[in-house]
């Protein structure tokens, strides 16, 4: 056996590397690797070729549909009323009844009269007394005897039993501590015997026809509310009734910068107490808008909002959108044409100015025949 020569074993690997060089030199001369597919050799783009995404749209036309501000809010009362006594006494009789409406005027609680009774009486006769006094120097005045002085001093001192007269009826009369207003009587402080003075809290009266609803409005929709606008009111017994707007707030809450705004709602009978839940639905003009599946919006890094639809040479456009109102079937929205071709499916996989095939579904899911672009 021969022995194996270390130099011939290197010089035959480097022929052999040389061959392998060689033959990668022809291939590539061949174009082999450089060969682009067919439609590249033909001097195309290699996406040319390549299909359009498809999507489903529905085509639709805005409709005319009210601007509506919805909010939460409660029912309040249009005024309370604290009523005082306005003389000091004992209570000898309770006459209205927590709960119940009272009339201005009518009685809700009556004093005992003491002494009044006498002292009226005395004013009375005092004030008798002093016009005779003055009646009597008049006439002497008249006959040329010097007595003006007099005169002067009588009138003072029948003006002066006249205030008390005046003084004393005033007071019999507080002794009937009436209502200053129409009302339901909320609360009653004092019971028969207690002892009063001048000032104490006797009772509260709430007037609630109408009554007022109130809620806080975002600052956006501020600027098109008007004061003497109508609102639909649904209560949270399931009542729902109309009323007015009677105050706008002229500054915002600084915590949520919304602003305060209340309407009056008709209350006649007296079915609706303060503090029900209700919400407020405000019209606030008219606009032009779609009626779309929440589904369908997009969600700006912003918080923008935004829907995407096909124009007629079949591009993707994204239309910014505001809401305008909801319904149970959808959202109203506004800020996209008239006529638009809204994408319902595969709206997550195109992007705006994308070209798109776009098919029509009908009601059942299936393609339009002769929809598709």
């Known amino acids: ?117 006498a002292r009226l009486k005395e004013a009375e006769a005092e004030v008798k007394r002093q016009e005779s006094i003055h009646s009597a120097w008049a006439k002497l005045s008249k006959k040329g005897h010097q007595a003006a002085n007099k005169v002067a001093e009588a009138m003072a001192a029948l003006e002066a039993a006249r205030a008390r007269l005046e003084r004393i009826r005033i007071e019999i009369t507080n002794t009937e501590i009436r209502a200053p207003i129409d009302g339901i009587l909320e609360f009653r402080k004092v019971e028969v015997g207690d002892y009063v003075k001048n000032n104490t809290e006797v009772a509260t009266l709430v007037d609630i026809d109408p009554i007022v609803v109130s809620g806080q409005i975002p600052q956006q929709a501020v600027a098109r509310l008007k004061v003497g606008g109508m609102v639909g009111v649904r209560f949270v017994t399931g009542e729902v009734r109309e009323g007015r707007i009677r105050f706008i707030a002229a500054t915002a809450d600084a915590a949520t910068r919304t602003f305060k705004v209340e309407a009056d709602v008709a209350n006649r009978d007296l079915k609706l107490p303060a503090g029900l839940s209700a919400e407020l639905r405000i019209v606030t003009g008219t606009v032009m808008a779609h009626l779309i ?81």
């Open 1 to 117: 056996m021969r022995a194996s020569n270390p130099l011939a074993r290197i010089r035959g690997s480097w022929l052999i590397a040389g061959g392998i060089v060689v033959a990668l030199a022809l291939w590539f001369a061949s174009g082999v690797l450089g060969t682009q597919p067919e439609t590249a050799a033909k001097g195309k783009p290699a996406d040319a070729a390549a299909k359009p995404f498809t999507v489903a749209v529905r085509p639709q036309a805005a409709r005319s549909v009210e601007r509506l501000v919805v909010v939460q809010g409660q029912s309040e009362p249009r005024r309370t009323v604290t009523v005082r006594a306005e003389t000091d006494g004992q209570i000898r009789e309770i006459v209205a009844k927590r709960g119940r409406l009272v009339k201005k005027g009518q009685v809700i609680a009556r004093m005992a009269m003491d002494d009044r009774g």
């Open 293 to 373: 599946s929440p589904a369908l919006l997009s969600l700006g890094a912003d918080g923008s909002l935004s829907v995407k639809a096909v124009d007629e040479s079949g591009v993707v456009k994204t239309h910014a959108i505001e809401v305008v109102r909801a319904e149970t079937g959808g959202l109203w929205v506004s800020g996209l044409p008239a006529q638009a071709r809204i994408i319902t499916r595969g709206q997550g996989f195109v992007r705006a100015g994308d070209k798109v095939r776009a098919v029509t579904l009908q009601s059942d899911g299936a393609p339009a025949i002769g929809q598709a672009r």
